[in-house]
T-cell receptor, first 116, second 114 residues
Framework: DGGITQSPKYLFRKEGQNVTLSCEQN?????MYWYRQDPGQGLRLIYY???????QKGDIAEGYSVSREKKESFPLTVTSAQKNPTAFYLC???????????????FGSGTRLTVV | AQSVSQHNHHVILSEAASLELGCNYS??????LFWYVQYPGQHLQLLLK??????LVKGIKGFEAEFIKSKFSFNLRKPSVQWSDTAEYFC????????????FGQGTELSVKP
């Protein structure tokens, strides 16, 4: 079945460490997105990529970095510069040819990151 | 910039009560509108979406939403809620020329008492 796989499901990080969250999709979608979910704040866009080797900052990109070397993969690195990284991170994808969302967005199951 | 506002942060209802969750957005161009639901411990799921045509959209599980362009609103409704509707509900907007970005509201937590 096609879908998005995020790993790991739970991740613990020590302060000062970088950590990378994986997002892989087999839907042949061109566009991929990273969101951060915090209680009472909804989902906020961190980074997005419309095509391989290209990506743009979202609303809260500071302290994060991404790469898009392959169409299927859009890993997110939470760097030590991110002051409050403990959150739930969601990856999503959609077709490039359908940015209006005619087919909707597919979401992964998320990674819960905790800084200890 | 696009933004989405959900008026209610936490709504508590008894079973069989009617539900209306408010959603307003700010964007001057053509938009696509969505309501997503997140049940405790589960993925985001699409409830319904509006692209064009009939402004009254019917979704899964008896939910519906009405797009009122003049009010920039897309409120979610259900005539009679069930305990199983307890979840968090998110309104979202995708602008036609915004690179596919889906902008979410803050979410509304719905608690239905049996």
């Amino acid at each position: 079945d096609g879908g998005i796989t995020q790993s790991p499901k739970y991740l613990f990080r020590k302060e000062g460490q970088n950590v990378t969250l994986s997002c892989e999709q087999n839907l042949n979608h061109d566009a991929m997105y990273w969101y951060r979910q915090d209680p009472g704040q909804g989902l906020r866009l961190i980074y997005y990529s419309q095509i391989v080797n290209d990506f743009q900052k979202g609303d809260i990109a500071e302290g994060y970095s991404v790469s898009r070397e392959k169409k299927e993969s859009f890993p997110l690195t939470v760097t030590s510069a991110q002051k409050n990284p403990t959150a739930f991170y969601l990856c999503a994808s959609t077709n490039r040819g359908d940015f209006r969302g005619n087919y909707g967005y597919t979401f992964g199951s998320g990674t819960r990151l905790t800084v200890v | 910039a696009q933004s989405v506002s959900q008026h209610n942060h936490h709504v508590i209802l008894s079973e069989a009560a009617s539900l209306e969750l408010g959603c307003n957005y700010s964007y001057g161009g053509t938009v696509n509108l969505f309501w997503y639901v997140q049940y405790p411990g589960q993925h985001l799921q699409l409830l319904l979406k509006y692209f064009s045509g009939d402004p009254l959209v019917k979704g899964i599980k008896g939910f519906e939403a009405e797009f009122i362009k003049s009010k920039f609103s897309f409120n979610l409704r259900k005539p009679s809620v069930q305990w199983s509707d307890t979840a968090e509900y998110f309104c979202a907007v995708a602008g036609g020329n915004q690179g596919g970005k889906l902008i979410f509201g803050q979410g509304t937590e719905l608690s239905v008492k049996p």
